[in-house]
Nanobody, 118 residues
Framework: VQLQASGGGSVQAGGSLRLSCAAS????????MGWFRQAPGKEREQIAG????????FYADSAKRRFVISRDNAKNTIYLQMNSLKPEDTAIYYC????????????WGQGTQVTVSS
């Protein structure tokens, strides 16, 4: 499986961005998909995850009530809608995939930069 993340960019605080992660090589409709981010000098953290059913989701506290993860299995793509962005959201955002809930996230996209200015 190859993952291609896109949609990053520069935005002012309070703005919105939508990240996309397109999977290729095989269908990931039953896979667990996640979004992670890594800010300069900080460890990578998972901010959202979604199960194959598209209903079961996970959000880190920093993402709750501002970010929404979703998936379109017909397009083999997941999304991260980010609203009310803050400067502390500045990071490289990565998508990742795990074949089952028991697996680690073994497949990673290349990352997309999100920069939020105050």
């Amino acid at each position: 499986v190859q993952l291609q993340a896109s949609g990053g960019g520069s935005v002012q605080a309070g703005g919105s961005l939508r990240l996309s992660c397109a999977a290729s090589g095989r269908t990931v409709k039953t896979w667990i998909m996640g979004w992670f981010r890594q800010a300069p000098g900080k460890e990578r953290e998972q901010i959202a995850g979604i199960a194959g059913d598209g209903v079961s989701t996970f959000y880190a506290d920093s993402a709750k009530r501002r970010f929404v993860i979703s998936r379109d299995n017909a397009k083999n793509t997941i999304y991260l809608q980010m609203n009310s962005l803050k400067p502390e959201d500045t990071a490289i955002y990565y998508c990742a995939a795990a074949p089952t809930p028991l697996d680690d996230y073994d497949y990673w996209g290349q990352g997309t930069q999100v920069t939020v200015s105050s």
